[in-house]
């Protein structure tokens, strides 16, 4: 749950900005990660990461990440969709011959640190556990983090709202 205080300013914030907490936290944990790849994808050009490392960091860096938000908890869980076809491509951006026990090693070293992965027909989805995502998620300083990124948050969107018109029309 909130912080008591954070949810207070929360509630003051959405009730000034005339939106949902939902929504908030949404656009707060989206851009967040969205640093986190920018982050990522830096790390993954350093020769001192292994193979595996840049693999996860293309990962992260090269699909749309939904967060799903449940009531008053700030996640339910981030879910990544990419297609087979895009996962093998990943491994051979690494130098890795995507066969398929390459990716099999790989899929089970990912659910080891807590990544779930689900094959379905013509894709696969890789969902953080639960557990282990909210728990850094709910440490009170990232919280404080999220509620000083408020106002840097509404001026993105209104940037990115910008952009998406102007190529748009």
Known sequence: MLDERIAKQLDKFCEEHLTTKQ??????ITQF????????NLLSKTAHRS??????????NSTLITIVTHHEKVLEKPVIRFSRDRLLQLLSRVGLVPHTDTLKRYVLKMENEGLVINELPGGVIITANTN????YLLNTDFQYE???NL???EAWQERLEQKMIKETY
């Open 33 to 40: 990660l969205y640093n986190q790849s920018k982050l990522n």
């Open 151 to 153: 106002e840097k948050v």
């Open 146 to 148: 999220l509620i000083r």
């Open 23 to 28: 929504e908030v936290i949404y656009n707060l």
């Open 51 to 60: 193979r595996y490392e840049q693999f996860v960091a293309l990962v992260l």
């Open 132 to 135: 282990q995502f909210k728990k």
